[in-house]
């Protein structure tokens, strides 16, 4: 049996730069990784099915799932003749901004990669990923990036400082086609200041880094569910150093330096917001 951790990921920063011929948007984000996990285990079976097992209400346990479809390519490109029975145990909220589903294709991989012995580089894991999902060539170094193209263009950056993480999940969900489709380019009058946040990250900065943080999707989802902004709000005056949405949302993060401050954020969100974390930036 082979297990692997599927980690979700937040955005420290999400600039939208033009819309492509082939309908994905253009863009360069930061993404890191938090230490909230999904768990998944491989076991090879003696026929040649995939049979994923996983007890979630809003989860398919089918072809439809992220990690089926990365087993499958991966029994299909490399010839495989025995399948594979994954377990998914879920933590990360679905549909929140925090790439749940592509950590875990990512994860599935990596699995399949030891689980048959094949060898391959993460770098050929990522190019085959790419193949499935614009965001799971990260996932599978789950490691700080900046990410172009349509976020499968990786150049790895250093862990960010030490940080703790708070997230608020509220419980609407937002399609992430519904956001970039009411994204308006041309109303693009935040920057997002992804070299400021690269120098922070390069020197460790934190005081830098929790003012360098920036998302174009923020304020989309915002007017969709007001309440994403009233979850930055309270974090702030919990204490947090920053807050953002990540991704498309609706996730709303915190970061601060010292875990006091995280509680003090966790408590004021009491009342507010019923799905509440509080975990280490991972890196
Ligand atoms: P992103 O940040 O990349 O937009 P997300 O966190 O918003 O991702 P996910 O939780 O990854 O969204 O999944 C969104 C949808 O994808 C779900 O509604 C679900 O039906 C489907 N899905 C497919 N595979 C998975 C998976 N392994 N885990 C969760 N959802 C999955």
Redesign the pocket.
């Known amino acids: 049996m082979i297990y692997e951790n599927a980690p979700a990921k937040i955005n420290l920063t999400l600039d939208t730069l033009y819309k492509r011929d082939d309908g994905y948007h253009e863009v360069e984000m930061i993404m890191t990784t938090v230490d909230l996990n999904d768990r998944l285990s491989f076991e090879k079976r003696k026929d040649k099915k995939i049979v994923l097992r996983i007890e979630h209400r ?3 346990n089918d072809h ?4 089926y479809k990365a087993a499958k390519l991966m029994m299909d490109r490399y010839n495989l003749q025995q399948g594979v029975t994954i377990t ?1 145990d ?1 933590s ?1 909220p ?9 950590s ?1 294709a990512a994860a599935a991989f990596r699995g399949m990669n030891r689980l048959f012995n094949l060898n391959l580089s993460l770098e050929t894991l990522s190019e085959l990923a790419a193949e499935i999902g614009s ?1 799971i060539s990260f996932c599978i170094y789950g490691k700080t990036a900046l990410c172009k193209g349509r976020g499968e263009q990786l150049t790895h950056l250093p862990k960010p400082p030490a940080s703790w993480v708070v997230l608020a999940k509220p419980d609407i969900s937002v399609s ?1 086609a519904d956001v970039y489709g009411a994204l308006k380019l041309d109303d693009d009058d935040t920057e997002v200041p992804t070299n400021q946040c690269i120098t922070a990250i390069e020197t460790s900065n934190y005081h830098l880094l929790v003012n360098s943080l920036g998302n174009d999707l923020e304020k989309v989802t915002i007017e969709m569910h007001p309440v994403i902004k009233t979850l930055k709000e309270t974090m702030i005056k919990g204490g947090a150093d920053a807050a953002l949405m990540s ?2 949302g609706p996730t709303v993060y915190g970061l601060m330096s010292r875990e006091r401050q995280a509680k003090s954020v966790v408590n004021a969100l009491k009342g507010c917001c019923k799905e509440v974390y509080m975990v280490r930036l991972l890196g």
Not at 64 to 67: E, G, H, T
Not at 94 to 102: F, K, N, R
Request: hydrophobic share 40%; glycine share 16%.
């Open positions: 809003y989860v398919p439809r799932n992220l990690a998914l879920k990360i679905i549909a929140a901004g925090l790439a749940g589903g592509s875990d965001d992430t991704g498309s």
